[in-house]
């Protein structure tokens, strides 16, 4: 396969883990790295990797949760939702039990629900917790974003 001049966008993931008995409930991690703050775990996807299996793989680094992906959510793909570079994020829905742990490149992970969630929040992460919780609410996903 040969190298050409175009720049594209970089797939990643992103996940939005309710416990299981704790309707409501989201896990959010505390980054260690650049950019700082709180996010939705998640993180590139490796070459050659199902989007499924890196949300799967993700969780488990940066949460130490084994999670049951539930439905996929929305894409998210906004060229300056990372200012490290142009991304396009597949979000998945999923359970799990368990406590959270930060571990990888998470800090810390928590347990946050629409009305205690930390600041500040990074990337794109408070627009797609937002229309999670719309979501929840009404049933309706959110629209395709320009």
Do not use: Q
Request: hydrophobic share 35%; net charge negative; glycine share 8%.
């Amino acid at each position: 396969m040969s190298e050409g001049p175009w720049k594209n966008p970089v797939p990643t993931v992103d996940l939005l883990i309710e416990l299981d008995g704790r309707p409501g409930s989201l896990v959010v991690i505390e980054r260690a790295g650049e950019p700082r703050g709180w996010a939705l775990p998640g993180g590139f996807v490796d070459e050659g990797e199902y989007l499924a299996d890196a949300a799967v793989r993700e969780a488990k680094e940066e949460t130490g949760l084994d999670v049951t992906l539930t439905e996929l959510f929305h894409c998210y793909s906004d060229p300056a939702r990372d200012a490290r570079k142009h991304t396009v994020s597949t979000v998945f829905c999923a359970t799990a039990r368990g406590e959270p742990r930060g571990s990888d490149d998470a800090a810390d992970a928590i347990v946050v629900t629409e009305d205690t969630l930390p600041a500040p929040l990074v990337f794109d992460h408070a627009t797609i917790i937002a229309d999670y919780f719309a979501y929840r609410r009404t049933g309706k996903r959110p629209p395709p974003r320009r």
